[in-house]
């Protein structure tokens, strides 16, 4: 499958709720696959996941919490 084509799945099935997906979407934006990097946008989609309990999520916000990368201060 076409990079950008796959860009555009997960972001449509991470826009529906799809928990695996919102975290690949988080993983893309921290890494800058397919998309710009963006921490701050990487937390977002993480974040999402991680409610509906996805693990993976849960361990990168963790991590992206232990090093500060894309926390937004209040």
Not at 45 to 70: C, P, R, S, V
């Given at each position: 499958?076409?990079?950008?084509?796959?860009?555009?799945?997960?972001?449509?099935?991470?826009?529906?709720?799809?928990?695996?997906?919102q975290?690949?979407?988080?993983?893309?934006?921290?890494?800058?696959?397919?998309?710009?990097?963006?921490?701050?946008e990487?937390?977002?989609?993480?974040?999402?996941?991680?409610?509906?309990?996805?693990?993976?999520?849960?361990?990168?916000?963790?991590?992206?919490?232990?090093?500060?990368d894309?926390?937004?201060?209040?």
């Amino acid at each position: 499958m076409h990079r950008t084509t796959a860009v555009t799945w997960y972001r449509k099935a991470a826009e529906q709720g799809e928990m695996v997906a919102q975290t690949n979407r988080g993983n893309a934006y921290c890494n800058g696959d397919g998309v710009p990097v963006d921490k701050s946008e990487a937390v977002k989609w993480y974040q999402k996941a991680a409610e509906q309990g996805e693990f993976h999520a849960q361990i990168n916000l963790t991590l992206m919490d232990k090093t500060g990368d894309g926390v937004i201060e209040a």
